[in-house]
T-cell receptor, first 109, second 113 residues
Framework: SQQGEEDPQALSIQEGENATMNCSYK?????LQWYRQNSGRGLVHLILIRSNEREKHSGRLRVTLDTSKKSSSLLITASRAADTASYFCATLWAQKLVFGQGTRLTINP | DAGVIQSPRHEVTEMGQEVTLRCKPISGHDYLFWYRQTMMRGLELLIY????????DSGMPEDRFSAKMPNASFSTLKIQPSEPRDSAVYFC???????????FGPGTRLTVT
């Protein structure tokens, strides 16, 4: 299956700390995307990184992509309570996004 | 833009009944996707359309599921007859050009008793 797998499944940190989530996938991709889902809500797109890019930044988010290892990481710096959510990586393959199971991030005040 | 609109937000029905979920994509988007999310299986793509034409319905679980997109601003996902195992949150998403980011609606939480 093309499905990405996030690691860890759950992460709990103190407000102000950095949070790192990892994603691994199995086959070639066009791009890799990260999404956030707050409880009871739809997914919100965070950042897209193309297969020929290695790193991308957006505000407090930093995404890396290593196509040789078929892995990506999402770093959230200076975490806030509002960052509490589930985070999903999604790989684009044949015009379809395939989502991993997600990392549940909890930011403790 | 109001974003992707889905209705109803919650649906409770009895086994055997027909269920119709509705979606209005973002204006100008040419791709529309239907997903199902459960704790056990995560987020699954059911079907997607490009310019109102179904492109890939390989994720539709059974013949009980059908989807239509009669025009660029409206799509439906129908389950007939519904079963308890269909209970899930169903999301609609749209995008401009298939390889770019998708915009998700708030979802419809379906409970089949």
């Amino acid at each position: 299956s093309q499905q990405g797998e996030e690691d860890p499944q759950a992460l709990s940190i103190q407000e102000g700390e950095n949070a790192t989530m990892n994603c691994s996938y199995k086959t070639s991709i066009n791009n890799l995307q990260w999404y956030r889902q707050n409880s009871g809500r739809g997914l919100v797109h965070l950042i897209l990184i193309r297969s020929n890019e290695r790193e991308k930044h957006s505000g407090r988010l930093r995404v890396t992509l290593d196509t040789s290892k078929k892995s990506s990481s999402l770093l959230i710096t200076a975490s806030r309570a509002a960052d509490t959510a589930s985070y999903f990586c999604a790989t684009l393959w044949a015009q379809k996004l395939v989502f991993g199971q997600g990392t549940r991030l909890t930011i403790n005040p | 833009d109001a974003g992707v609109i889905q209705s109803p937000r919650h649906e409770v029905t009895e086994m055997g009944q027909e269920v119709t979920l509705r979606c209005k994509p973002i204006s100008g988007h040419d791709y529309l996707f239907w997903y199902r999310q459960t704790m056990m299986r995560g987020l699954e793509l059911l079907i997607y359309f490009n310019n109102n034409v179904p492109i890939d319905d390989s994720g539709m679980p059974e013949d009980r599921f059908s989807a239509k997109m009669p025009n660029a601003s409206f799509s439906t996902l129908k389950i007939q007859p519904s079963e308890p195992r269909d209970s899930a949150v169903y999301f609609c998403a749209s995008s401009f050009q298939g390889a770019r980011e998708q915009y998700f609606g708030p979802g419809t939480r379906l409970t089949v008793t």
